[in-house]
């Protein structure tokens, strides 16, 4: 019963490093998400993706890159990192844009940059 | 642009004590509003997703209600294991949700 899953759960970074955050779900869900949280804010939308080989902007897109190469994968990469990507990460996914799309979340990934 | 307002920001109740949480939601063809709970640590967890004004839902204490202009989550008897953070999302015409900024519940014994 994995749903989505999220690797590392946490991780520290210094300023210019690059990481990747895992996420794969089990589903056969056909969009998948990643989102940032930040300390008592709602979550900002960074990138998604509506099948394998396609993604998009979100709201919060800069400093960020992401590839779907298959339908359970969608990593998520931190480029230069920087002080203000200090966050909670969530990889989620749901069916299809159809009405009432009803997302599912990972556990997430705690990121602090130093 | 969509707008989703909770609130109150933070709710503290005494077991027992009901009470509402609210949704105040500006969208362009609303697909569906979802209410999510959110523990400590956790991702968030979905618990409803209401598609028109005038529909309801139940699970447990939580009751959900939606008009063209807000969402209330209505905690009937609350335990202290309903503490959690609640959010409320919308997804319009944009075919993605916009989330509020979550209701802190605390709920005592």
């Known amino acids: 019963n994995a749903g989505v899953t999220q690797t590392p759960k946490f991780r520290i970074l210094k300023i210019g490093q690059s990481m990747t955050l895992q996420c794969t779900q089990d589903m056969n869900h056909n969009y998948m998400y990643w989102y940032r949280q930040d300390p008592g804010m709602g979550l900002k939308l960074i990138y998604y993706s509506v099948g394998a080989g396609i993604t998009d902007k979100g709201e919060v897109p800069n400093g960020y890159n992401v590839s779907r190469s298959t339908t359970e994968d969608f990593p998520l990469r931190l480029e230069l990192a920087a002080p203000s990507q200090t966050s909670v990460y969530f990889c989620?996914?749901?069916?299809?844009?159809?009405?009432?799309?009803?997302?599912?979340f990972g556990e997430g990934s705690w990121l602090t940059v130093v | 642009e969509d707008q989703v307002t909770q609130s109150p920001e933070a709710l503290r109740l005494q077991e027992g004590e009901s009470s509402s949480l609210n949704c105040s939601y500006t969208?362009?063809?609303?697909?569906?509003l979802f209410w999510y709970r959110q523990d400590p640590g956790k991702g968030p967890e979905f618990l409803f997703t209401l598609y028109s004004a005038g529909e309801e839902k139940e699970k447990e204490r939580l009751k959900a209600t939606l008009t063209k202009k807000e969402s209330f989550l209505h905690i009937t008897a609350p335990k202290p294991e309903d503490s959690a953070t609640y959010l409320c999302a919308v997804e319009g015409g944009g075919s993605r949700l916009t989330f509020g900024e979550g209701t802190q519940l605390t709920v005592n014994p």
């Open positions: 989620a996914s749901s069916m299809s844009t159809g009405f009432g799309n009803t997302i599912y």
């Open positions: 969208v362009s063809g609303l697909r569906g």
